[in-house]
């Protein structure tokens, strides 16, 4: 089990850049995950999907943000133009789903906009 | 966010007490409290979870007690070691929407040796 993998594990761009951030779920996981972790604001839900459909995109803070997730091992995060204040880690996470089956998270992608 | 509290925000322990961190929540819609470790670098992963039918549950060194009624729930790390030095989370949730949790603020806990 390789478990979720995320890419690139850090990434520094300027201001305006489009920045994607791109996850590997579990196989065999059939929910994913996108979180955000600032010192501010903790761990936030940006966006959910079950079995490859967006359920909850509540979280995702404006539309410069965008996900996507074409197929069942791989999922993009989109921030089109990135600006400082996204200065943050992005998790992604998935689950076999199921109740209260537990999130596997990945290592992170720390952005870094200046 | 603050339907979660968790507290206290940084917490210092010698090697063998015992450490303690509290999560109070307001959702009383939430049926699932589970307690999540993230260690520096790395993604949080679950440590230990309760269901609101059961008023503790043990796993080890780790406890979690479940008050209903005050809308707490806690952890307890018996025996601490200085490899539980971590930031813990509490991050409750309702079943009926999958694993769509409530993370707290977080708790960085530091074992001294």
């Known amino acids: 089990d390789a478990g979720v993998i995320q890419s690139p594990r850090h990434e520094v761009t300027e201001m305006g850049q489009e920045v994607t951030l791109r996850c590997k779920p579990i196989?065999?996981?059939?929910?994913l995950f996108w979180y955000r972790q600032t010192m501010m604001r903790g761990l936030e839900l940006l966006i959910y999907?079950?079995?490859?459909?967006?359920?909850?995109d509540s979280g995702m803070p404006e539309d410069r943000f965008s996900a996507k997730m074409p197929n069942a091992s791989f999922s993009t995060l989109k921030i089109q133009p990135s600006e400082p204040r996204d200065s943050a880690v992005y998790f992604c996470?998935?689950?076999?789903?199921?109740?209260?089956?537990?999130?596997?998270f990945g290592n992170g992608t720390r952005l870094t906009v200046t | 966010q603050q339907q979660v509290k968790q507290s206290p925000q940084s917490l210092i322990v010698q090697k063998g007490g015992i450490s303690i961190i509290n999560c109070a929540y307001e959702?009383?819609?939430?049926?699932?409290f589970p307690w999540y470790q993230q260690f520096p670098g790395k993604g949080p992963a679950l440590l230990i979870a309760?269901?609101?039918?059961?008023s503790e549950k043990k796993e080890g060194r780790f406890t979690i007690s479940f008050n209903k009624s005050a809308k707490q729930f806690s952890l307890h790390i018996m025996d601490s070691q200085p490899g539980d030095s971590a930031t813990y989370f509490c991050?409750?949730?309702?079943?009926?929407?999958?694993?769509?949790?409530?993370f707290g603020a977080g708790t960085i806990l530091r074992v001294k040796s």
């Open positions: 309760i269901r609101p039918d059961v």
């Open positions: 999907f079950n079995n490859n459909v967006p359920i909850d």
């Open positions: 991050a409750p949730g309702v079943k009926e929407y999958g694993n769509k949790l409530v």
């Open positions: 196989s065999g996981h059939n929910s």
């Open positions: 996470a998935s689950t076999p789903g199921g109740l209260n089956s537990p999130l596997h």
């Open positions: 959702n009383t819609a939430f049926d699932y």
